[in-house]
């Protein structure tokens, strides 16, 4: 089965990702309203009614502004930390929620999804992992410095969507204050430009097909840049910005678990084989 993803909405006009197989959907984060969603899911033909889950990575409103209408309209269970729904001024139907604890892995049809804790100015913030069938896409936004478990899932992930907030010196050099300039580069705020590429550059496995820059800034990035930096270093991986105005195309991986399965198998003879030589 194939895993096939999406970006609907990146930046801090809103964020929303999707990710399906063949026959189920989830969404990581709805920060675009609930028509808009509807709006750009149905002109990549892909429909609402394959989405059996929502899943939440914390409370700013850039990841959270359709949650409300989109969980009631479709009657969808949304997967969030309690501090994270404490903090987020929504009120959910009881029945719709679903405590998300990290590194505990959730079960959506044959979607495996996997929160794990990351360093941003939230008061619960985690980033996701989600498998199927030995396919792995990673969602790495909103987050103030490459921790270690964002590296340990980065590098098992087969595309990867990862913040690439602001050029450096676009930053330093730009309108914003000085507290604001500060709290996006202080570690709890967003990666840089130079700090996701060297994530890229170091973590990467060689199985990464797909590398999505997510969550560029308005004000301190330039797609162009982001496209071209991240180019110049690609080797096999395609490189896509994902855009703060429109959904990327749908990316499809296809399922790699025959190869994977036949190589497991022989490994044990080839053990025995090696024992009684
Ligand atoms: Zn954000
Ligand atoms: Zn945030």
């Given at each position: 089965m194939a895993l096939h993803f999406t970006s609907l909405n990146s930046g801090s006009n809103g964020n929303c990702y999707y990710i399906a197989n063949d026959t189920e959907a989830v969404l990581i984060d709805t920060g675009i309203s609930c028509r808009e969603t509807e709006k750009r899911m149905h002109a990549l033909s892909?429909?609402?009614?394959?989405?059996?889950a929502i899943f939440i990575s914390h409370e700013h409103s850039d990841h959270i502004k359709g949650l409300q209408v989109i969980a009631a309209k479709y009657n969808l269970p949304v997967f969030i930390t309690q501090n994270t729904y404490k903090n987020s001024g929504l009120t959910l139907v009881p029945t719709a929620l679903q405590w998300l604890k990290a590194n505990e892995t959730v079960q959506v049809g044959n979607l495996h999804i996997t929160a794990f804790p990351k360093q941003h100015d939230a008061k619960d913030p985690h980033s996701f992992v989600i498998s199927c069938n030995g396919i792995t896409v990673g969602v790495f936004t909103d987050i103030g410095i490459a921790c270690p478990h964002v590296i340990q899932h980065f590098c098992r992930c087969h595309a990867a969507f990862l913040e690439s907030n602001y050029d450096e010196d676009m930053l330093e050099n730009g309108r914003y204050p000085f507290y604001l300039k500060n709290r996006i580069r202080g570690g709890l705020g967003h990666l840089s430009n130079k700090q996701a590429l060297e994530i890229f550059t170091t973590h990467r496995p060689p199985f990464m097909s797909h590398l999505l820059l997510a969550h560029l800034s308005k004000d301190n990035n330039d797609p162009q840049l982001v496209q071209q930096l991240f180019e110049n270093q690609s080797l096999q991986t395609k490189i896509i910005v994902a855009s703060r105005y429109e959904a990327t195309e749908v990316f499809t991986i296809e399922e790699t678990t025959p190869v994977v399965r036949r190589k497991i198998k022989t490994a044990p003879v080839a053990v025995q084989m090696g024992l009684f030589d």
């Open positions: 892909l429909s609402m009614q394959k989405v059996k």
